[in-house]
Structure formats: structure tokens, C-alpha cells
């Protein structure tokens, strides 16, 4: 099928910190599995605003009901994001997707990392279905400044229970978890003689960029999920690149958003 | 009543239907093959192409405003020599009616575009650029200035007996003289409108919202604009076939276009929003020709009931 627009209906909204949610959309038609990493562009259906479709990474994905259902994890960042949060329940939804680039699941051995930051976590909390399901081990990095920000802990901590994972919180103040910056933390548990044979990750740019350093000094192959304001999520745009590593750049929305970190120059970011 | 006739004429190229896509809004013609077939489309009008690549303006490009977009795209490009050979073969294979957009730093770079083009064949017409907003040199100083931008359309009209067409600027200080100027260069059809020059601000940050502080506006904010201008021209020279664009996002707004002297329109910012929307505007388009009785849709060009 490839990418698809669809019509979906908002079937439910869980809040899961005091400015973050998760919705599900069950979809009128079938799309594409997405592959962990992979996002959809949104919009409310018949509304002229916003004027952009939103782009949000999968969290989850089931085939169960019509054309099955997504989620979404969604951060309140300004009106858009507000106006997600306020739609009523049954509102009719346009959904375009599965887009853009996913995390490597078909190449994936050994024990992966994983590094979630601030809102960074859907892609990975898809990805562990996915690692389930391969029987492959995980290790779950989920950091944040502090205990209230964290998002999902606690299902994250579920999932680890009962399956082949592990969940290590970090906190820069330390109140929840190791404290430290995320991306410290994994450096030390590397330092510490943990098996790692690849890290993916997701969160702001400068964590991305730290991790992308902790995965060159410790000789870790990483993959990143990069977020970046787009208006068409289909790579004719050109309004979200990336600078790429040996010149040149990436598009977002069509080379990534999953990216193998050393693609990235960082230092034009 | 029979299928209406959809087919139009601009200036002396016809076209299975009177929809195209705006430049720079569809890639090279196949980057959306998947959701909006380009061969369905009355044509595509390529991503501005210089003789060189292009990597384009820095970041951040985009801003969402009301009712529309600013961008500051910089005109990033692959360069004519890889549309020739990459590109372009395909679309010919593949009957898109294609159009390319020109750009130059130098109306002598204009003209090694279209001579490269030339020498690769498939191309159907041209487009020039003389209003992107976004470049430092070339471009918008060509379509600002009636005197150079009739002798650019002249050296351009000098290197192809194919259609050539002159994207006008709504930034220009005298947009009739710049249309009458590109007519006298021996321009066959006019698109207009460019995007128009402005800005956003984000209020927290106190800085621009874009790296290169000004961009072009787009979407339906300007379509009164659009339709003024394009009324103007058609008014002023009513023998100098139109291209409509600004804003367009259904059916009705195509009419809406070709009612005020537009022989076909360009859809572009539409696109990004949905992608197939250029399909849905002609399928609208022909619903409303059912509806109205009109069996052809280009008796509609120029066909406003003046109050």
C-alpha cells in the first residue's frame, strides 16, 4: 500500500503528565504496518486550522476494528497541540501516512538501547512491541529534568516486567531514577562494562547530538528519530532539513526520520 | 448532458485539463507519483532549475501563519543536468505534460537552462522566475525592473520556439508595466501571482520565525489578492493568455480564477495540506461545469459578469 491518507475517528485520550496525552485513532481504512520510527501527518478533518497537518511519530499500532488504530503520544506545546487535546472523542480525523524512514528492526542482534527524552519516547515504546516480538533484549534509557516530566514510566516499567526488558529512569535533579543527564547515565552503565550493541533514540536535538557523541567515544553504532517542523511530511516541502555529515543536507520527513547518527553533521545543527 | 470538455489552451499549448502543479510545490514531477499521479494533472511545473544545484537557504525555511505559509526555501535544486538525466526521461515516458521553471543569477544563466533543456527534449514550455522572493541575485530584481525583465523574456524567447511563460511578481511596484513588459519580450502566457513578501514573529523569542527574516506567503490568505491581480492583467491586456495561482484549494477557486481571465491555474501550497488535492480540484471542477451546464471549461476564461 505505502503511504495512504485516510479518515480515522478519535477513539479515546489518556493524559499522561500534566502536558502530555496519548490518543488513539481508529482508522476507517487499512495502512501499511508502520515501522517502529515511521510518523503520520494529522489534521482534524473539514477544519481550515491549523493550517498544517501535525507530524507525530507511532506509538502503538493494532489491526483490530476497521482499518485497525494508531497512537499517539503528543506534547502541549502551543494552540495545535492544545487543540489535540481538546477534540472531542468520535471527532473525525484525516490521516496520512506511514511515513518517512524507521529504526532497523530487521537488523537488530545482541541487547539495544534505548534513549527516550522528553517526548521522545512513542518511537520506542512502539519499538519494544516490535524487539517482543523478535525476542530481542532491550534496555530502556527515559529521561527527563525531573520526576514529574517523565513520561510513560509507568508503562514503560510494565512493559520491562513482562518481557525481555529493562528500565533505567534518569533524572537530571535525581528525584526519580539515577540522577544525571540521560545520555550520561548510558554513558556510565557503557563505562560499566553493559552490553550494548546499538543504541536508538529519540528526544530534543541537543540530547540527540550528546548521544550521538556517547555512541562515537564508546564505538556504539546509533540511529536517531529526528523531529523537525514540516508542512508536507512528503518531502516536497524542503522545510525541515538537517545538515548532513560530508556536506549537503537530509530531509527529515523522507531521508529520516530515522537516521543513522553518524549521517548527521552535528556541528551545523 | 455529455462529459464537459475540460481541455483549454494557453497560448498555444493545450492541456488535458486546466490544472497544474505550482513550482516547487511538487518536486520534479514524480515525488508524489503515489497519492497524485502526475499524468492525471493538466501538467506539472518543475522545482525552479538553475544551471548549478542549489543547496538553498538555511534553517529554520517554514512558517505557519493564518490561513496560509511563508517559506524562504532559497530555491534549493538539483541543477538542470540532473533533472535532464534523472528526471526527466521518466516523465516523458510517462506523457506528463511538463513544464519547467527557470531560474538564473544572470539572464545569461536563464538561458543555459533552457538551452540544456532544449538539447534533452520532452519539455512541453517554460516557465521564468523572476519573483522568487528568497534569493539574493537574479530573480525577483528581473521581475521588478520592466526594462530588464523585457530584455531577459526577449534573450529567453531568443532560445525556444516552445510556449514560454513569465511568473510575475506581486511585489513588483507596477505590475502592469511588468506585464506588459514580459509580453514585449515575447512572453505567450503570464503566471501569476508569485508568493508575496513577509514575515513572521515569534513573540517569545523575539526573532524572526525564518533564518532568512523575510518569506513568501502563500494559501488561501492570498487568493483575494491573486484574483485582483489576475483580473487587472487580463483587463489591461486581454490578448495575453493567464496562468492563476494563489491559494487555490478547490474546484470553485479554480473557477473563481479562470472567471477573472485565467486560461488555466496552478495549485501548490494545497498540496502540501493533501496531497491528491490537485485530482479533487478537477473532479470539482468538472462537477461544477455538470451543475452550470457548461460544456467546455474554457468558455469560463475571462467570462465574469462585470457589476
Known amino acids: 500500500m505505502g503511504r495512504r491518507n485516510v479518515s480515522a475517528r478519535l477513539a479515546g485520550r489518556i493524559d499522561l503528565t500534566a502536558d502530555t496525552f496519548s490518543l488513539r485513532l481508529q482508522l476507517d481504512e487499512p495502512v501499511d504496518r508502520p515501522v517502529p520510527g515511521q510518523f503520520v501527518m494529522i489534521r482534524p478533518a473539514g477544519g481550515s486550522q491549523p493550517f498544517w497537518r501535525r507530524a507525530f511519530s507511532v506509538a502503538g499500532f493494532g489491526t483490530d476494528g476497521d482499518g485497525g488504530w494508531l497512537d499517539l503520544m503528543i506534547k502541549i506545546a502551543g494552540p495545535g497541540t492544545r487543540a489535540w487535546h481538546e477534540l472531542p472523542t468520535g471527532a473525525a480525523v484525516e490521516v496520512l501516512g506511514p511515513l518517512g524512514s524507521g529504526f532497523p528492526v530487521e537488523a537488530v542482534h545482541g541487547r539495544l538501547a534505548l534513549v527516550a527524552g522528553g517526548i521522545g519516547l512513542p518511537p520506542l515504546l512502539y519499538a519494544i512491541g516490535e524487539l517482543e516480538r523478535r525476542g530481542v533484549a532491550w534496555d530502556l534509557y527515559l529521561g527527563a529534568p525531573a520526576a514529574p516530566a517523565l513520561v510513560g514510566a509507568d508503562i514503560c516499567a510494565e512493559r520491562a516486567k513482562a518481557g525481555r526488558g529493562r528500565l533505567i529512569i534518569a533524572t537530571d535533579d535525581g528525584s526519580r531514577g539515577e540522577r544525571g543527564v540521560v545520555t550520561e547515565v548510558l554513558e556510565r552503565h557503557i563505562e560499566a562494562g553493559e552490553r550494548v550493541d546499538a543504541l536508538w533514540s529519540c528526544g530534543p536535538m541537543p540530547m540527540l547530538a550528546a548521544l550521538a557523541a556517547v555512541a562515537e567515544r564508546t564505538n556504539v553504532e546509533a540511529y536517531v528519530a529526528l523531529e523537525e517542523r514540516m508542512a508536507c511530511g512528503l518531502g516536497v516541502c524542503l522545510g525541515c532539513i538537517v545538515p548532513a555529515a560530508g556536506g549537503g543536507h537530509l530531509r527529515v520527513c523522507r531521508e529520516g526520520p530515522v537516521v543513522p547518527a553518524s549521517r548527521i553533521d552535528w556541528s551545523r545543527m | ?63 505557519e501563519t493564518a490561513c496560509g505559509m511563508l517559506n524562504a526555501i532559497g530555491l534549493e535544486n538539483i541543477g538542470v543536468e540532473a533533472f535532464c538525466r534523472e528526471k526527466l526521461p521518466v516523465l516523458r515516458e510517462r506523457g506528463v505534460t511538463v513544464i519547467v521553471n527557470v531560474f538564473g543569477a544572470s539572464s545569461g544563466q536563464y538561458r543555459d537552462v533552457i538551452e540544456r533543456c532544449e538539447a534533452a527534449g520532452g519539455i512541453a514550455g517554460y516557465e521564468l522566475n523572476v519573483s522568487c522572493p528568497n534569493v539574493s541575485s537574479g530573480g525577483m530584481e528581473f521581475g521588478h525592473d520592466p526594462a530588464l525583465l523585457e530584455e531577459l523574456t526577449r534573450l529567453c524567447r531568443d532560445a525556444t520556439v516552445k510556449p514560454l511563460w513569465v511568473k510575475l511578481s506581486p511585489n513588483a511596484p507596477d505590475l502592469i508595466a511588468t506585464a506588459q513588459a514580459a509580453a514585449a519580450g515575447g512572453a505567450d502566457a503570464l503566471s501569476l501571482i508569485n508568493t508575496l513578501r513577509g514575515m513572521a514573529i515569534d513573540p517569545y523569542r523575539r526573532r524572526p520565525e525564518l533564518a532568512r527574516t523575510f518569506g513568501g506567503l502563500s494559501g488561501p490568505a492570498v487568493m483575494p489578492v491573486a484574483l485582483r491581480m489576475v483580473y487587472e492583467v487580463h483587463r489591461a491586456l486581454p490578448g495575453v493568455p493567464l496562468v492563476g495561482l494563489g491559494g487555490i484549494e478547490t474546484g470553485l477557486d479554480a473557477v473563481r480564477f479562470m472567471l477573472a481571465g485565467a486560461s488555466a491555474v496552478q495549485v501548490g501550497t494545497a498540496t502540501f495540506r493533501r496531497p491528491d488535492a490537485m485530482l479533487r480540484i478537477i473532479e470539482e471542477l468538472e462537477a461544477y461545469c455538470r451543475e452550470t451546464k457548461t460544456s467546455r471549461v474554457a468558455s469560463l476564461t475571462g467570462a465574469l459578469e462585470e457589476i
Request: proline share 13%; hydrophobic share 40%.
Open chain 2, 1 to 63: 448532458m455529455t462529459t464537459p470538455d475540460l481541455t483549454v489552451t494557453v497560448g498555444g499549448l493545450t492541456l488535458a485539463n486546466p490544472v497544474l502543479a505550482a513550482s516547487g510545490t511538487f518536486g520534479y514531477g514524480l515525488d508524489l507519483d503515489d497519492l497524485c499521479p502526475p499524468e492525471r494533472l493538466g501538467g506539472i511545473v518543475t522545482k525552479g532549475l538553475s544551471p548549478e544545484p542549489r543547496a538553498g537557504a538555511p534553517m529554520p525555511r517554514i512558517a
